[in-house]
């Protein structure tokens, strides 16, 4: 039986559209089925047809029509990080694995960039790609002991004041123990793939995707406390919005699902049991990803590094390994070093000045003439001298 592959793209985008029309026809060259959304179908014969993208329709099947979710083997997100938001919403009561081509700026969730597109598709082809689970969180809206709402976020959900003049008033809790209250204009509570999105904007720290926790992130408090959390993803982080402000919220879950928050409304966010899962292509370590999203800078102010330099700190590494050896050697016992005061050996390179030893004067030395003390002085120190 063909492999069939999901091919999911931005509607609104031409790029997108030429883009999923390019994949849906290399993957038809491969002897693989292009499976799409019956929309993006359409959107694309209205694009070729009214010569918006200059290419030829390709002969596809439709999601829901000609085959389900659980006859596809992996789904192609053409766009943005909010492509691949879309997507995971679509696929998530599956277990079907998503690969993003980054069609947009950032693209913190894409594994490969639009000049990839055929390096890509042959992966897609070749099976050559691994896929990883990213944790995604719960979120509960309760109003008083009754539940109002239960969804659902890969990246953050965010709890926001509607209006723009007042502030939300909240208590922070952690496994149902309060942290602190005070006024805001939110609080973003994500996942460690959504640390490098709404929370990293608002000043989060920036967690690798592989770390199991739950962050949370104020939204300019007005708070001498108001420091991100990151917690365990066993915990349960809660927000109650107080009404003593009288001013109500909104959630927003991943910037797709919104529910409007009651006043008093409690949210709560867990760790999910369904997670989402991400197909990669290379093992690229994410502080390389990180460096290449934002364009740090990795060159020190010194310049690059020369030979000199390298041979230098291979010297030290040396050195220490062996110092670290006759330590373990020498400790009476496994895991004990002995560490010996830096002040005690002396610097490398410097050469102590040569000191004389000072005489002692006497009250009585002191009613000696000048010139006859200095004769003394000399006489001293050619005596030590003859004495060393």
Same mark, same amino acid.
């Given at each position: 039986?063909?492999?069939?592959?999901?091919?999911?793209?931005?509607?609104?985008?031409?790029?997108?559209?030429?883009?999923?029309? %390019?994949?849906?026809?290399?993957?038809?060259?491969?002897?693989?089925?292009?499976?799409?959304?019956?929309?993006?179908?359409?959107?694309?014969?209205?694009?070729?047809? &009214?010569?918006?993208?200059? =290419?030829?329709?390709?002969?596809?099947?439709?999601?829901?029509?000609?085959?389900?979710?659980?006859?596809?083997?992996?789904?192609?997100?053409?766009?943005?990080?909010?492509?691949?938001?879309?997507?995971?919403?679509?696929?998530?009561?599956?277990?079907?694995?998503?690969?993003?081509?980054?069609?947009?700026?950032? !693209?913190?969730? $894409?594994?490969?960039?639009?000049?990839?597109?055929?390096?890509?598709?042959?992966?897609?082809?070749?099976?050559?790609?691994?896929?990883?689970?990213?944790?995604?969180?719960?979120?509960?809206?309760?109003? /008083?002991?009754?539940?109002?709402?239960?969804?659902?976020?890969?990246?953050?959900?965010?709890?926001?004041?509607?209006?723009?003049?007042?502030?939300?008033?909240?208590?922070?809790?952690?496994?149902? /123990?309060?942290?602190?209250?005070?006024?805001?204009? /939110?609080?973003?509570l994500a996942t460690p793939t959504g640390s490098t999105a709404y929370?990293?904007?608002?000043?989060?720290?920036?967690?690798?995707?592989?770390? %199991?926790?739950?962050?949370?992130?104020? #939204?300019?408090?007005?708070?001498?406390?108001?420091?991100?959390?990151?917690?365990?993803?066993?915990?349960?982080?809660?927000?109650?919005?107080?009404?003593?402000?009288?001013?109500?919220?909104?959630?927003?879950?991943? !910037?797709?699902?919104?529910?409007?928050?009651?006043?008093?409304?409690?949210?709560?966010?867990?760790?999910s049991t369904k997670p989402v899962r991400l197909a990669r292509l290379?093992? +690229?370590?994410?502080?390389?990803?990180?460096?290449?999203?934002?364009?740090?800078?990795?060159?020190?102010?010194?310049?690059?590094? &020369?030979?000199?330099?390298?041979?230098?700190?291979? $010297?030290?590494?040396? $050195?220490?390994?062996?110092?670290?050896?006759?330590?373990? =050697?020498? $400790?009476?016992?496994?895991?004990? =070093?002995?560490?010996?005061?830096? =002040?005690?050996?002396?610097?490398? /390179?410097?050469?102590?000045?040569?000191?004389?030893?000072?005489?002692?004067?006497?009250?009585?030395?002191? %009613?000696?003439?000048?010139? +006859?003390?200095?004769?003394? #002085?000399?006489?001293?120190?050619?005596?030590?001298?003859?004495?060393?």
């Amino acid at each position: 039986m063909r492999r069939r592959i999901l091919v999911l793209a931005h509607t609104g985008r031409e790029d997108a559209m030429r883009a999923a029309l %390019q994949t849906s026809s290399m993957l038809v060259e491969a002897g693989l089925t292009p499976v799409m959304l019956e929309r993006d179908a359409n959107a694309a014969r209205e694009a070729v047809a &009214s010569g918006a993208v200059q =290419h030829e329709m390709v002969d596809v099947e439709v999601l829901g029509r000609d085959t389900t979710l659980a006859e596809i083997s992996l789904g192609v997100v053409l766009g943005g990080d909010g492509s691949v938001l879309r997507a995971a919403e679509l696929v998530r009561e599956s277990s079907l694995p998503l690969l993003a081509v980054n069609l947009g700026h950032v !693209g913190f969730l $894409a594994e490969s960039e639009r000049t990839d597109l055929a390096r890509t598709v042959q992966a897609v082809v070749d099976e050559n790609y691994r896929v990883e689970e990213r944790l995604t969180v719960d979120v509960k809206v309760f109003s /008083g002991s009754d539940l109002v709402a239960h969804t659902w976020a890969l990246n953050e959900a965010s709890i926001e004041k509607t209006n723009r003049e007042r502030m939300l008033e909240v208590v922070i809790a952690i496994d149902g /123990g309060p942290i602190s209250t005070y006024g805001c204009d /939110g609080v973003v509570l994500a996942t460690p793939t959504g640390s490098t999105a709404y929370a990293f904007s608002a000043g989060g720290p920036v967690v690798w995707p592989e770390v %199991q926790a739950l962050l949370m992130v104020p #939204l300019s408090a007005h708070a001498l406390f108001s420091r991100p959390l990151v917690v365990s993803p066993e915990s349960v982080i809660s927000v109650d919005v107080l009404q003593r402000t009288n001013e109500s919220g909104v959630l927003w879950c991943d !910037g797709r699902r919104t529910v409007e928050l009651p006043l008093g409304a409690r949210v709560e966010v867990t760790r999910s049991t369904k997670p989402v899962r991400l197909a990669r292509l290379t093992a +690229t370590p994410f502080s390389e990803r990180l460096v290449r999203k934002f364009d740090l800078p990795t060159q020190g102010w010194r310049g690059n590094v &020369s030979d000199a330099d390298r041979a230098e700190m291979a $010297a030290r590494d040396l $050195a220490r390994a062996e110092a670290e050896a006759w330590e373990e =050697h020498m $400790a009476d016992s496994r895991g004990v =070093h002995v560490v010996e005061p830096h =002040h005690l050996a002396p610097r490398p /390179g410097v050469v102590p000045p040569p000191t004389a030893a000072l005489p002692v004067l006497s009250k009585a030395d002191e %009613q000696v003439p000048l010139v +006859t003390r200095e004769q003394l #002085l000399r006489a001293e120190a050619r005596k030590d001298e003859e004495n060393a």
